[in-house]
Every structure is written in C-alpha cells, then in structure tokens.
C-alpha cells in the first residue's frame, strides 16, 4: 500500500494560509512557523504528519499528498477544518 511523509500547517482563513505561504516563500522556516500558527496538534511537531497512508487524511489533503509535486508548498487547500499548507517529502 502507499505511503508519504508530509507536513502541514492549519489555520483558520484563507488569507492567513495565504500570508504564510509568502513568507515561507521567502525562506521563513515551515517547522518554527507551524509551531507558532498552526491549529492542530501537528503544529507542536513543527506540521510534521509522520508518514500517512491513502485514506487517513481528509479527501482534500490526501490529494495533495498522493497526487501533488513532491516538497513544494500546496495550498491553501480548504477542508471541514481550516486551510492548509502541504508539503510532501516522499512517496512510496
């Protein structure tokens, strides 16, 4: 069965998602920032998802995991819990 290791960071707008995106696009660090905005308990791990098989994440993040380029940063991608920004490490 597939598997990935990814990391994420929730938070509860659009724009927020949005504002740090840019910032990591600019060199900030995803794991410090995670740990500082995000809204689930992954953010205490700096996003770190550990490694996740199909069908563990909501629809709309499996997708970025399974589908997406691998360590770029996807996203805003909306689910029932927020928005999200992904990036994917690995894929097997």
Do not use: N, W
Request: charged share 25%; proline share 3%; hydrophobic share 40%.
């Amino acid at each position: 069965m597939a598997k990935a290791m990814a990391r994420h960071i929730l938070l509860g707008s659009e724009a927020e998602a949005a504002q740090l995106k840019q910032r990591l696009a600019r060199g900030e660090d995803f794991a410090q920032l995670a740990r500082r905005h995000s809204t689930c308990p992954s953010g205490k791990r700096g996003g770190d998802l550990g490694e996740v098989r199909p069908g563990q994440m909501v629809r709309a993040i499996d997708q970025v995991i399974f589908k997406k380029a691998l360590r770029e940063i996807h996203g805003p991608v909306k689910s029932q819990f927020g928005y999200h920004l992904v990036q994917v490490f690995y894929r097997d």
